[in-house]
């Protein structure tokens, strides 16, 4: 299987410092060959003027906010990049994708997952969100998108904190970190970042290792956020395994129904954002796997910024990566041969306005061993 390139994701309000990153990121010999697509909101492309290594690798989309009217031209301007690539012309060792400020990260995510071809070449390495310290608190309160940028981040880059004391710097570190738990947080400097810092944060790809797996779901940062809840009634009749095959592993759960209750708005802002884990021991029924996802995504789809996963299932002896945005959940990549005794299974979910004590109910499904009949 050919190799996906990395894409890396850089979003961040208006103003938080997202092309002097990008600026220092170019002039980084150690980043490698980058092919970059900038977007800016409105009919001038300010940002495109205000890139310093400007190359034939960058492309500009100027016909408008990339999280909606010009999806159809980010896809144009992906493809034409593997294009030049296929034919010669252009070489790069991955894709950096930087946001206009008013963007939503989901819909770009979206597109990336759902289009065909793309998926198949490219590989999410991160989102990375430029948070600005001095302006940072203020746009939190003001705005959603902001709050929800930072929400999917898988690393948070705090920027201009030269203009703020350190008693404000880290109290907005620790804004940051409650709103995003299992993202890393750094400090720009002169806004550069080591490259370390930005890149290697996504999901394996096939064949990865699982610790690397482990570590971009960070289920334990996100284990003080979840509730215990009481013990969830357990389905008693049998599945029937025959019939068509659908869902993740081929399996045929019944039809979702009850499993999740009815979805009420949350407060503004912070509270809006909602983050849960859970840890499994034991393999997961990959019928009940099905049932799980079916069923959040019927329920809950708009709402889930982000699902995380490495899943054990009955019946395989390596673990799968399963990584999910909105309603679409991307293929799962199987990863290499676990030796080990480990077969635990981690689950993230970050959402908006979910009642977090809903979507651990819906993970206790997860927990149940279904009675197989073969007909």
């Known amino acids: 299987m050919t190799q996906r390139i990395p894409l890396t994701l850089i979003t961040g309000y208006l103003g938080a410092g997202k092309t002097t990153l990008l600026n220092a990121l170019l002039r980084d010999a150690s980043a490698g060959r980058i ?21 034939e690798e960058t492309v500009l989309l100027s016909s408008g906010c990339m999280c909606c009217t010009v999806r159809g031209d980010l896809v144009q ?9 296929s034919a010669g012309k252009l070489d790069f060792d991955r894709i950096v994708i930087e946001t206009t400020g008013l963007a939503d990260p989901a819909p770009i995510l979206h597109t990336l997952i759902v289009t065909p071809g793309l ?58 970190a409650a709103l995003a738990p299992g993202a890393k947080i750094v400090t720009s400097s002169q806004g550069a970042v080591p490259i370390a810092d930005l890149f290697g944060h996504g999901a394996p790809d096939m064949g990865g290792e699982l610790p690397e797996a482990e570590a971009w779901v960070n289920a334990t940062a996100y284990a003080l956020s979840s ?7 357990k389905p008693s009749a049998p599945f029937a395994n025959s019939g068509p095959s659908y869902g993740l592993f081929g399996m045929t759960p019944p ?17 809006r954002i909602t983050s849960v884990s859970m840890v499994f021991d034991a393999p997961i029924n990959p019928i009940m796997l099905d049932i799980w996802m079916e069923t959040l995504i019927a329920a809950c789809g708009p709402d889930i910024l982000r699902l995380k996963a490495v899943i054990w299932a009955d019946g395989f002896d390596t673990p799968f990566v399963i990584h999910g945005v909105q309603h679409i959940i991307d293929p799962p990549v199987r990863l290499s041969r676990w030796t080990g005794k480990d077969q635990t299974s981690r689950v993230v979910i970050i ?13 206790e499904v997860l927990k149940v061993k279904p009675a197989m009949q073969v007909i």
């Open 35 to 55: 092919a970059v697509v900038v977007n800016e909101f409105g009919d001038v492309g300010l940002d495109h003027d205000l890139i310093i290594e400007t190359t």
């Open 77 to 85: 301007a992906l493809e034409g990049l593997f294009e030049k690539r």
């Open 119 to 176: 998926g198949a070449a490219l590989r999410l390495d991160g989102v990375v969100t430029v948070c600005d310290a001095a302006l940072g608190p203020t746009t939190l309160d003001r705005g959603f998108e902001s709050v929800q940028q930072v929400a999917m981040a898988d690393v948070l880059v705090l920027s201009k904190t030269d203009l703020v004391t350190p008693s404000q710097a880290a109290t907005f570190r620790a804004r940051l």
């Open 227 to 233: 509730l215990p809840l009481p013990a969830v009634t």
């Open 255 to 271: 039809p979702a129904t009850s499993m999740m209750t009815a979805i009420a708005p949350a407060a503004h802002h912070d509270d």
């Open 351 to 363: 959402g908006r306005d979910l009642p977090r004590d809903v979507l651990l109910e819906s993970l």
